[in-house]
């Protein structure tokens, strides 16, 4: 098959330590990439479409959703790892596949269905992706989930604490021995990173909740916003807005890809067991690092808390811990097939249905369920 050439640390399918249940091989694609089409093909990825980033799918049809999202990473994922010769097609296949397990309304879902879970083990969205793809599609005849690589499941499962990667079997077991996952899996990560923090910029502004003038102070943003000024001084604002992003992400590609060569020069690494044994390689530079991290604070203090967002959080745990509720009260309302696994674990079960909702799915749900005049 033709492939890029890759850098001896690269993680190639013909080291791979494979499927759970054991495949012919595919024909005319690698095994990673046979695992980013099943992860297209899934449910789970399609629902992806209507489950909130920041802002709620109905607020506005411009606004990132998970799915565009995890395009996004996918996309900066993959030429990060071709500059570095690493294997694009699996920094494809996680990046794609990293949020499957998110619940709908973003991060107030997952906080609440946490809360709601509490004495059920609890409620993770990573771990929950890596659920979907283990156990939760129903598509094949021959096995649960979808089969996926080692590799690829590996790096779905992002992080997790030392008593769950106790039980997660052989994708635990680096949390355990304190190893670091594939550059591949690391890239994943910080495209994740570069991703969100930058559109969530663009919907911020969009959106009216955070302002250009705000954004001056953060000096990742106004260096590049002075720059695109000067250049440009006549430019609309909505360009200028889009040609100061694209920098900041350029900026940000840049020096993680340096810094990246950098750490794994000083390592000498042979092959992706040396990479697993190495302290984490793929990095920002300090001083951009800081950058970074300024921007994080800023849309925390900002956009995350903006009173807007909070009331719809506000809304989501509400729906979501009366759906829970209601579920655990009595199992019979649950749909059938959900109903056959609350038998084994009532309470995961019902976690399962919330968590694979889309937004508008969870909101009619609750109308169903406790409006009286629905049916
Ligand atoms: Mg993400």
Redesign the pocket.
């Given at each position: 098959m033709l492939n890029l050439q890759l850098a001896l640390y690269a993680t190639t399918t013909q080291a791979s330590r494979g499927r759970k249940v054991k495949e012919e091989a595919p024909q005319g694609r690698s095994e990673f990439q046979r695992d980013r089409d099943r992860i297209i093909h899934s449910s789970a990825f399609r629902r992806l479409e209507y489950k909130t980033?920041v802002f709620v799918n109905h607020e506005g049809d411009l606004f990132r959703t998970?799915l565009t999202?995890?395009i996004e990473?996918a996309q900066i994922g993959r030429s990060i790892a071709r500059r570095l010769m690493l294997n694009e097609d699996l920094v494809e296949a996680i990046s794609l596949a990293?949020?499957l397990g998110?619940t709908p309304f973003g991060h107030a879902g997952q906080d609440a269905l946490n809360n709601c879970m509490r004495e059920h083990g609890g409620f993770e969205h990573n771990l929950q992706s890596l659920r979907v793809v283990d156990v939760l599609e129903e598509r094949y005849a021959n096995f649960d989930g979808l089969n996926l690589c080692f590799e690829t499941r590996e790096g779905i499962l992002k992080h997790c604490s030392l008593a769950q990667a106790a039980l997660l079997g052989d994708v635990g077991s680096r949390f355990l021995n304190s190893q670091r996952p594939t550059l591949e899996a690391q890239i994943a990560n910080l495209a994740?990173e570069i991703?969100?923090n930058n559109h969530d910029v663009d919907d911020g502004l969009r959106s009216g909740l955070i302002t250009l003038e705000q954004l001056s102070s953060v000096r990742l943003f106004s260096k590049h916003l002075s720059e695109v000024r000067e250049i440009y001084p006549e430019l609309a604002e909505r360009r200028v807005i889009h040609e100061t992003i694209r920098r900041m992400i350029n900026t940000l590609v840049n020096d993680l890809i340096d810094q990246t060569e950098i750490n794994i020069n000083s390592q000498k690494l042979q092959d992706v067991h040396d990479v697993r044994r190495a302290p984490a390689l793929v990095a920002f530079s300090e001083p951009v690092l800081e950058l970074n991290r300024e921007l994080k604070i800023f849309l925390h203090n900002n956009l995350y808390r903006h009173y807007r967002v909070l009331r719809m959080s506000a809304k989501a745990r509400r729906i979501i811990s009366e759906l829970f509720e209601i579920f655990m009260e009595d199992s019979r309302l649950l749909p059938p097939q959900f109903l056959q696994a609350a038998k084994l674990d009532h309470a995961r079960s019902v976690a399962d249905y919330i968590a694979g909702m889309t937004d508008r799915y969870a909101i009619r749900e609750h109308r169903r369920i406790f409006a009286v005049e629905e049916i």
């Open positions: 980033q998970r999202h995890s990473v990293h949020d998110h994740d991703a969100y």
